[in-house]
């Protein structure tokens, strides 16, 4: 193994070893429940004047005078040090490993630094020893270490009364954890780490390289790993804090500027030296933890890799054909259980910036060839790769655009997972990025580039104000992809909110646009496609524009058939609000034959859309007439050679109707369909309160009835429960409804010159309710009635009766999305009957009785508007009954004054309603009419010749309303 010069030089104090001091200690001390300061000022007869170090952490399993036996003991407990530790005497070197590679921190608090460098100006030569490195196990546990030791400062006095002032600087010797040996760092338990700086301080040698037949790679890495367990890591400090500060306090080495790079930012680097024969490799592992901070990872080629390649010995002419070997540096990054990250992950590398040999700066991303000759690609570009003259092309690519594949010296890559969270700050350059299990990524005022970016198991990307995220391929599994409706973006491909070549969305997965302009997207091929469980369900992928006038300048494509008895039956999802329009222009090639002269759109072979889709309207609204929404174009398909078929995913409620997506040759537009919930209700109120007006008649109607049958009946008080269930259907309008009331009433007999009159009043109450799928409408209603009706010597006989109601209806639904609506309406109505009958004796007990009636009810309601906003002129509501029937029944008398009376009823019904409301607006039929049949039977039973009781039930059906049934329970008592 082989040491050089590193990066990130520390500087080493001008200070004599305290180790090689006869009088120093000869055992390292055990400082736990200590205050301990790593630096001290001696002057006096042992010590010459100056600053001491005594920061080395080592073992007592030494000779007295050994140097492996440090200062400080390496497991420290319950203390406070102040200063740097070092581990550069921690290990012995030896291949035997006699010596615990090892230091544990634990419930203590380090005002300053853990380093791996010599400390002091003399240091044991490592490469003269044959060292052999150990990796370090690094543990804190339930501690800080805050990088906030800045100087160690002495002022005092000679012996003669001079000013001793001593100071040393140590803030630009890293940060909290600063390292260039290979590291298992373990922290937990609510520790607080401020910045992990990590260098490839060894190397194992390559024999010679891979031109030369005497060539061997080492196969060896240079593996870190990080562990961080509910804790929290910040960005460190390579600068002096007291020289800035806010409001008197001095910066603290945790401060976060969130803006350009800043070695002041970085909360974690690993740095891979580029003279190094073998692959840097770190680990990061978070969990429920936090990370405060950028990622710096530094990757160049190794020392005997050719970028541009070699001649090797394999040949005998002079044509580059290798490579060479590459270690590949990687840098993994695992946020788990609903860890938190804030800050940027950049991928850059070491160059010489003058020219003298010394790598002293850093340059965007990895180190990358395009030149691949016995390597293959390992990444992506995001800047293109470019070809030049060959004459094995079919074309002169030089200066052109070829592809994006090349092999990085280094990868980078992020993962999330369980609930996990990263807000992206600056410029982020990664090569992969996968969010998983509930997680989200936030890009706001910053950049993201990844190669691939892949979401699963309901993830979220959020671009939102100013963020841009560029990639290769996008893949929205079960999970959401989000632009803000204020993403500031621009025709170029830097100005984007989202740039991706590819886009799949699958299995419930969401591109949500939001309200953003047409350019925020850029894309190549937007596949839209789905899956399908073992159950046969499909879960598609939904591309959502929302009120969008959205333009979509990419492929729209899926594999998938309409048929659904074929294997790949399924579908892909284009979601709108019905104002919202989507225009597919494909993605701009002229050419769509197969030998294309596009380099970058080689082998596309695809129409502006092919597959199969599902368009679903999202909102619902009460506003709006038919004519803003029947027939508005929903897609565009801006190609007359597309194959793609779109059908209706949903129904949505719009103003007064539901409207759904239909295909018209290469454009789809919203379909008009059945009324909504709300609509439906609003406009069967009318009917319903009919339903109940002549329910009420019919009560009336057989309270006169009796008083021509049965025993003698000189008017009286009666009072009756009537009830019924109908459903109306007018093709338009549909419902079911259920009423309850009561009615009570007062009559008497007047014998006239050529008549007998019975004269009186009633009152009714009535409770009803009225559905149909969501929407409910709860009814009351109240109607005063006078009555009469004269029954002549020649048995013909006149009924009569007019009548004022009140109606009052309480309606509520659901929308289409699910959207609560209510709303409240009154109306009052007048109403009228007339019944002119025969009465045909049969015998002394038996009777038939021919009749005709006419009826009718006059409603007039109140302009009223739904929650939802639609609104219903007041509307006039006539309706006329007509009616032929016959009668029949038979009086059985008992003794004591009781009598028995059943009968029979048949008639023949027409309802002529022809009416028509204004809603939103539109005219929109809701009358109910039509020939119907009533069969009905009953009976009276006189208990004495004062009190009776009867009861009948009928059925009335054929015409827009049908009476399932109605019932009239009563009691009466006559004078």
């Not at 006096?44 to 952490?57: C, I, M, Q, T």
């Not at 010995?313 to 540096?329: C, E, L």
């Not at 004519?627 to 779109?646: P, Q």
């Not at 009861?951 to 059906?957: A, I, P, R």
């Amino acid at each position: 193994m082989h040491p050089w010069k590193k990066k990130f030089v520390v500087s080493q104090l001008a200070l004599a070893c305290t180790l090689a001091v006869t009088s120093q200690a000869s055992a390292s001390t055990d400082i736990s429940g200590t205050t301990y300061t790593t630096f001290k000022h001696y002057n006096d007869a042992a010590y010459s004047d100056g600053v001491y170090y005594n920061g080395y952490v080592g073992w007592n399993n030494y000779a007295t005078d050994s140097i492996y036996n440090g200062d400080i003991y390496p497991v420290i407990n319950k203390a406070v040090v102040n200063g740097v530790i070092s581990t550069y005497y921690l290990d012995d070197g030896l291949a035997t490993n006699t010596n615990s590679n090892s230091l544990t921190i634990k419930d203590s608090t380090i005002h300053g630094m853990i380093t791996s460098e010599c400390m002091t100006t003399v240091c044991v030569d490592r490469d003269a020893t044959g060292y052999v490195y150990d990796r370090l196990a690094l543990t804190v546990d339930n501690s800080t270490i805050d990088d906030n030791y800045e100087h160690y400062t002495y002022n005092g006095t000679h012996a003669d009364g001079t000013v001793d002032t001593h100071i040393v600087d140590v803030y630009d010797l890293g940060t909290a954890i600063t390292l260039d040996q290979e590291v298992d760092l373990v922290i937990k338990n609510n520790s607080h780490v401020a910045g992990i700086d990590l260098t490839q301080g060894y190397e194992w040698r390559d024999t010679d390289d891979n031109t030369v037949s005497t060539g061997v790679d080492s196969s060896e890495v240079f593996h870190n790993a990080i562990n961080v367990m509910d804790s929290t890591v910040t960005s460190g400090s390579w600068s002096d804090e007291g020289t800035s500060g806010w409001f008197g306090n001095n910066n603290n080495a945790s401060t976060y500027s969130g803006t350009g790079f800043n070695a002041d930012d970085i909360a974690i680097s690993a740095v891979a030296n580029p003279h190094a024969d073998n692959a840097m490799q770190t680990t990061v592992n978070l969990t429920n933890s936090t990370l405060m901070g950028d990622i710096l990872f530094s990757s160049n080629f190794d020392e005997n890799f050719f970028p541009n390649g070699a001649d090797s010995y394999r040949d005998t002419d002079s044509a580059v054909d290798t490579n060479g070997w590459d270690g590949t540096d990687r840098m993994d990054v695992t946020l788990n259980n609903g860890s938190k990250w804030v800050g940027a992950a950049m991928s850059m590398h070491q160059v010489d910036s003058d020219g003298d040999g010394v790598y002293d700066s850093f340059a965007v991303g990895t180190e990358a060839t395009a030149t691949l000759l016995d390597i293959t690609a390992n990444s992506l570009w995001p800047w293109s790769t470019y070809g030049i003259n060959n004459s094995d092309t079919a074309y002169d690519e030089n200066g052109h655009v070829i592809g994006n594949e090349v092999y990085q010296s280094g990868l980078f890559n992020v993962t999330l997972n369980g609930g996990s969270r990263w807000d992206t700050t600056k410029t982020s350059l990664i090569d992969t990025l996968s969010i998983n299990g509930g997680s989200v990524v936030r890009v706001a005022d910053s950049t993201l580039v990844s190669d691939t970016i892949s979401l699963t198991g309901g993830s979220a990307l959020k671009i939102n104000e100013d963020g841009h995220v560029a990639t290769n391929a996008l893949t929205i599994d079960n999970s959401n992809v989000t632009i803000a409706d204020d993403v500031s973006a621009g025709w170029g491909v830097d100005d984007s909110a989202l740039y991706a070549n590819t886009i799949n969305i699958t299995n419930n997965g969401m591109l949500d646009m939001g309200n953003s302009t047409a350019y925020a997207l850029q894309a190549d091929t937007l596949n839209l496609t789905s899956a399908t469980d073992t159950h046969g369900n499909v879960h598609s992928g939904v591309l959502n524009v929302h009120s969008n006038n959205f333009v979509l300048n990419a492929d729209l494509t899926n594999d998938r058939t309409n048929d659904t008895t074929r294997s790949n039956y399924g579908y892909g999802t284009i979601a709108m609000n019905s104002d919202g329009h989507l225009t597919v222009n494909g993605n701009g090639d002229a050419d769509t034959s197969f030998d294309q002269s596009e380099v970058d759109n080689a082998g596309d072979n695809v129409a502006a859309a092919t597959g199969n889709y599902k368009v679903r309207i999202d909102n619902a609204d009460g506003k709006g007439s038919i004519a803003d929404y029947k027939g508005k174009e929903l897609v565009y398909v801006n190609d007359k050679n597309s194959t793609a078929t779109f059908s209706a995913a949903n129904k949505a409620d719009l103003g007064a109707y539901t409207y759904q997506a239909k295909q018209e040759g290469n454009t789809v537009v919203m379909e008009q369909s059945r009324l909504t919930d709300y609509a439906n209700m609003a406009l069967s109120i009318p009917s319903a309160n009919s339903n109940i007006w002549n329910l009420q008649q019919d009560t009336v109607a057989t309270r006169l009835t009796q008083s021509r049958h049965g025993l003698t009946d000189n008017g009286g008080a009666w009072g009756s429960y009537f009830g019924g269930s109908f459903n109306g259907d007018n093709g338009t309008i549909s419902y079911d409804q259920n009423v309850n009331g009561v009615m009570v009433g007062l009559d008497s007999k007047i014998d006239g010159n050529d008549a007998k009159w019975i004269v009186g009043a009633a009152a009714g109450f009535v409770k009803g309710d009225l559905s149909d799928r969501s929407g409910q409408v709860d009814q009351d209603s109240q109607t005063a009635y006078l009555y009469t009706s004269a029954h002549f010597a020649n048995n013909f006989f006149l009924d009569g009766s007019v009548n004022y109601s009140h109606f009052n209806n309480e309606l509520s639904a659901n929308m289409s999305n699910g959207q609560y609506v209510d709303g409240s309406t009154s109306s009052d109505a007048w109403g009228f009957g007339l019944k002119l009958g025969y009465d045909a004796k049969l015998g002394h007990a038996g009777y038939v009785t021919p009749y005709g009636s006419i009826s009718g009810l006059f409603q007039s309601g109140d302009d009223y508007r739904l929650s939802n906003g639609m609104k219903v002129d007041g509307q006039s509501y006539d309706s006329m009954r007509y009616e032929l029937g016959v009668d029949a029944g038979y009086t059985f008398t008992y003794g004591n004054d009781q009598a028995l009376t059943p009968y029979f009823k048949l008639a023949y019904v027409y309802d002529d309603a022809s009416n028509h409301a204004d809603v939103n607006g539109d005219s929109i039929n809701n009358g109910t009419e039509g020939s119907a049949v009533r069969v009905g039977l009953g009976t009276q039973f006189s208990f004495t010749r004062n009190f009776s009781a009867y009861s009948d039930v009928s059925y009335l059906g054929g015409g827009d309303v049908d009476q399932d049934w109605a019932a009239n329970v009563g009691v009466k008592y006559t004078w």
